[in-house]
Structure formats: structure tokens, C-alpha cells
């Protein structure tokens, strides 16, 4: 069974740009979350999707936004890039964390954005 | 503010010896406990997980204790392994909007010399 896809794995943008993400999710999985990981501040966690709608979303500026497809692919959206932007973004994917605390999410290596 | 918190930034051991990796969480709400281990350039990978109703969890070599009223959890890694280098991340959960979202500590670096 496939992981959890993550594109493109290394990217490099400049101030004031903006960037998409995207992760596939494991087969069968519905629901997509993303963090961000920084040296100093561990995992961040951004937004959680779920059957296309935003179930969740954590303490990020309006910059950052994400959607969810209905084949359970999801994409986020990074707009005028700031230099404390660098970081590493992660998805995680899971059948449905609603149904039980201990569902276990599936990160992918995650995507290295870093802005010049 | 930080509702899981792991204040070791890192963590040095001999091989054979015991690792215990410490977490504490602020918020009483959270109800499932969870460690994950990441490795450079790799996503964190699901290692052990306990329920707020217990207060051990065994799987191997790996231990995870848990003290509510000091809201305190730890990992032990009994024996340790130089392939248990990575990073540990401490994680909480608790219901919201329908699901239950994991709250992330900062990490601990585990180096495990040979």
C-alpha cells in the first residue's frame, strides 16, 4: 500500500511569492492534515480536511489556506511568502481521526520549502 | 502557549543502556497520548500510544508511562539501540470539530552511541 505522497520535496521562492503544496493521501484514507515543522517550534499543526470541508484549522495566518479534492488529494496554498516561512510542510493522512483518539495519522517526508 | 511541552532538547545514551524520553501537557481535556519518532529527511513514523485511562503501555522494547495528576508522561527505550537516533515528538490529543487533532511537543534528539 502506497504512503502518503508529498510534492515537490524541495522548493525555494522569494519574498512576496506564493506556493501550492500537494499531498496524496494513503488509499482509502479521508481525512488530511498539515503541519509545519521549524527547528525551534517543533510540529505546528496548520489545517485538518475531511471529505472535501475544513474540519479544523490552527492559529496560521489567512496567508495559508488548503483544499481538499473528492478523491481525498488536498493541496495548500502559501501566499506572500515571508522569509519565517521556511520550513518543512508535512501531511499526514488518516481514515478518520473523528472515530477514535488513537487513529493512527501517516505523515509523508514532507515538502522542504525555503524562502530567499 | 505550549500545551505539550518536552523540555530535554536532546537526549545522549550509551548503546545497551535505558532511554527515558519525558513530555508534560497543560491541558487536563486531552484523553490519548502518543509518540512519534522522526529520522532527518523522513516523516514521523507512529512508534507507541496510551489512553488516558491507563497508565503504562508496553510494545517491545518500548515503554510509555503515564501520570495524570502530574499530567506527565515518559518513553522508555529498554535496550537502547545506535537506530534509535532520531527525534521524538510527544503528542496529546482530545475531540474537536469532530476529530481529534494530535498537539505536537518540540521534539527531543535521542543520540544512542555505540
Known amino acids: 500500500k502506497a504512503g502518503v505522497t508529498q510534492t515537490p520535496r524541495y522548493l525555494i521562492k522569494t519574498r512576496g511569492q506564493q506556493v501550492t503544496l500537494s499531498c496524496s493521501p494513503i488509499?482509502?484514507?479521508?481525512?488530511v492534515s498539515w503541519y509545519q515543522q521549524t527547528p525551534g517550534q517543533g510540529l505546528q499543526f496548520l489545517f485538518e480536511?475531511?471529505?472535501?470541508?475544513?474540519?479544523n484549522k490552527g492559529n496560521f495566518p489567512g496567508r495559508f489556506s488548503g483544499r481538499q479534492f473528492s478523491n481525498s488529494r488536498s493541496e495548500m496554498n502559501v501566499s506572500t511568502l515571508e522569509l519565517g516561512d521556511s520550513a518543512l510542510y508535512l501531511c499526514?493522512?488518516?481514515?478518520?481521526?473523528?472515530?477514535?483518539?488513537?487513529?493512527?495519522?501517516?505523515f509523508g517526508e514532507g515538502s522542504w520549502l525555503t524562502v530567499v | 502557549d505550549q500545551q505539550v511541552k518536552q523540555n530535554s532538547p536532546s537526549l545522549s545514551v550509551q548503546e545497551g543502556r535505558i532511554s527515558i524520553l519525558n513530555c508534560d501537557y497543560t491541558n487536563s481535556m486531552f484523553d490519548y497520548f502518543l509518540w512519534y519518532k522522526k529520522y532527518p529527511a523522513e516523516g514521523p513514523t507512529f512508534l507507541i500510544s496510551i489512553s488516558s485511562i491507563k497508565d503504562k503501555n508496553e510494545d517491545g522494547r518500548f515503554t510509555v508511562f503515564l501520570n495524570k495528576s502530574a499530567k506527565h508522561l515518559s518513553l522508555h527505550i529498554v535496550p537502547s539501540q545506535p537506530g534509535d537516533s532520531a527525534v521524538y515528538f510527544c503528542?496529546?490529543?482530545?475531540?474537536?470539530?469532530?476529530?481529534?487533532?494530535?498537539?505536537f511537543g518540540r521534539g527531543t534528539s535521542l543520540i544512542v552511541h555505540p
Open positions: 499526514a493522512s488518516s481514515s478518520d481521526p473523528g472515530t477514535s483518539p488513537g487513529n493512527t495519522i501517516y
Open positions: 488509499s482509502g484514507h479521508r481525512s
Open positions: 480536511y475531511f471529505s472535501e470541508t475544513q474540519r
Open positions: 503528542a496529546a490529543t482530545r475531540a474537536s470539530g469532530g476529530s481529534y487533532i494530535p498537539t
